[in-house]
């Protein structure tokens, strides 16, 4: 796997990766305001490749665009699909390029990107590919979805809950946590619990009131992404923040990233944010 980090990386790796894409593109859309993206999207259709957009039925303030958005992509001869309505979001980030998964913590759109403190991973391994295109040709034929292929792909409502407090329960001595919304109950108090136990937990963003946990506002920019690094060993980056309704109730998507360098680095990150928080 390797790390992407905004907004130091931008949005050149994901244009290179779509410009050099040969056979498929399949991209999962919540919020779209690149141009330079939109672009090789289409330059792609004209290659040959098959490209596949699949677009949130909605979100906060942004219909109109998405709309737009579709119609424009419908016309340069990408396949558009716009997901179901039944889970009150499909907040998802995902980007499948041939044999590559991007899952990211932040949208395609200048704020996240060039403003935002986010995270991505990008992954050649095969079962997680294959654990992503389940999901995705799932959510494009509006069918139900069912979590077969791994377990380090962390889909919710399906098996976010169950991974994550797996994932947090592991940790022996220490969790880094990037999120803007902890609120959740139990895992509020399995983070106390934690602390008691003599591990060292840190949260760069916002808690919940009562959920006492030792934590910091990011300074200089947004936060834009849901990470959490254990014993500094593995990390899962991506898009559900600890709260009942994104663990729940809403299409999120991360993944468990085991390989210890990338997960020190994200934890070399955190640090540095957490010397310059508030």
């Given at each position: 796997?390797?790390?992407?980090?905004?907004?130091?990386?931008?949005?050149?790796?994901?244009?290179?990766?779509?410009?050099?894409?040969?056979?498929?593109?399949?991209?999962?859309?919540?919020?779209?305001?690149?141009?330079?993206?939109?672009?090789?999207?289409?330059?792609?259709?004209?290659?040959?490749?098959?490209?596949?957009?699949?677009?949130?039925?909605?979100?906060?303030?942004?219909?109109?665009?998405?709309?737009?958005?579709?119609?424009?992509?419908?016309?340069?001869?990408?396949?558009?699909?716009?997901?179901?309505?039944?889970?009150?979001?499909?907040?998802?980030?995902?980007?499948?390029?041939?044999?590559?998964?991007?899952?990211?913590?932040?949208?395609?759109?200048?704020?996240?990107?060039?403003?935002?403190?986010?995270?991505?991973?990008?992954?050649?391994?095969?079962?997680l590919i294959a654990a992503a295109e389940e999901l995705y040709d799932a959510d494009t034929n509006r069918q139900t979805y069912v979590p077969t292929a791994?377990?380090?792909?962390?889909?919710?409502?399906?098996?976010?809950?169950?991974?994550?407090?797996?994932?947090?329960?592991?940790?022996?001595?220490?969790?880094?946590?990037?999120?803007?919304?902890?609120?959740?109950?139990?895992?509020?108090?399995?983070?106390?619990?934690?602390?008691?136990?003599?591990?060292?937990?840190?949260?760069?963003?916002?808690?919940?009131?009562?959920?006492?946990?030792?934590?910091?506002?990011?300074?200089?920019?947004?936060?834009?992404?849901?990470?959490?690094?254990?014993?500094?060993k593995a990390v899962s980056v991506g898009s559900q923040s600890l709260r009942k309704l994104e663990l729940d109730s809403r299409r999120e998507i991360g993944v468990i990233c085991r390989e210890a360098p990338i997960a020190k680095r994200v934890a070399q990150i955190f640090e540095r944010d957490w010397?310059?928080?508030?």
């Open positions: 796997m390797d790390l992407l980090v905004q907004p130091d990386d931008g949005l050149d790796p994901l244009v290179e990766a779509v410009k050099a894409a040969e056979r498929r593109v399949d991209i999962l859309i919540f919020r779209f305001d690149r141009a330079k993206l939109e672009k090789a999207l289409e330059d792609a259709v004209d290659r040959g490749v098959v490209v596949r957009a699949l677009i949130a039925h909605t979100n906060r303030g942004g219909e109109e665009r998405l709309r737009k958005l579709e119609l424009r992509l419908l016309a340069r001869g990408v396949s558009v699909s716009r997901t179901a309505d039944d889970l009150l979001r499909y907040h998802g980030k995902m980007l499948i390029v041939d044999d590559r998964l991007f899952v990211l913590g932040f949208n395609y759109t200048k704020t996240d990107i060039d403003r935002s403190r986010s995270l991505g991973l990008i992954i050649d391994d095969k079962k791994h377990d380090d792909f962390v889909v919710s409502p399906e098996s976010a809950r169950v991974a994550l407090t797996r994932f947090i329960k592991s940790a022996e001595k220490q969790l880094l946590i990037y999120d803007d919304k902890l609120s959740d109950r139990a895992i509020c108090r399995l983070l106390q619990t934690k602390v008691k136990d003599g591990v060292d937990v840190k949260v760069i963003g916002r808690t919940a009131k009562g959920c006492d946990l030792e934590s910091r506002r990011l300074k200089g920019r947004r936060l834009h992404v849901r990470a959490i690094v254990v014993d500094g010397e310059e928080a508030t």
